[in-house]
């Protein structure tokens, strides 16, 4: 099915509204979403809202920034590499579930670096 430049702009929009929602499912959510569907060249535009989500006080939200983060590792590493810090703080002040998806992600920024990699486990 062929999208229009036009819808997609409008969910694109609609989408990274809900970012800036005080609704934390909404949040949540369309981080998500924007992360399976946007662009690696779009990826600026969202990443600082991104980036503060991981250290949200609803740990749904904590969640979906981390998972959203997976979601794009392989299309901008790079980008998601600056999330070391904040990944790292989720590591050991969260609870179980964000320190599973926090190793997961961490696991995927320091696969290059085994050392580093053995400091975190």
């Known amino acids: 099915m062929k999208v229009k430049e036009t819808e ?3 969910v694109v929009s609609s989408l990274t509204k809900d970012i800036n929602s005080t609704e934390y499912q909404f949040k949540a959510n369309s981080m998500k979403v924007l992360a399976k569907i946007i662009d690696p060249e779009n990826l600026p535009s969202i990443e600082r ?3 503060q989500s991981i ?5 749904y939200v904590e969640k979906g920034a981390i998972m959203s983060g997976i979601i794009l590792f392989p299309k901008a590493s790079e980008t998601i590499r600056k999330w070391t810090n904040e990944i790292q703080e989720k590591l050991f ?6 320190v599973y998806l926090s190793l997961i992600l961490m696991s ?13 486990l």
Do not use: C, G, W
Request: glycine letters at 0%; zero cysteines; aromatic letters at 10%.
């Open 93 to 98: 002040n969260a609870e179980s579930h964000t």
């Open 108 to 120: 995927q920024i320091k696969s290059n670096d085994l050392f580093s990699m053995s400091r975190v």
């Open 55 to 59: 250290l949200d006080k609803h740990v």
């Open 8 to 10: 997609a702009f409008i």
């Open 49 to 51: 809202f991104l980036k």
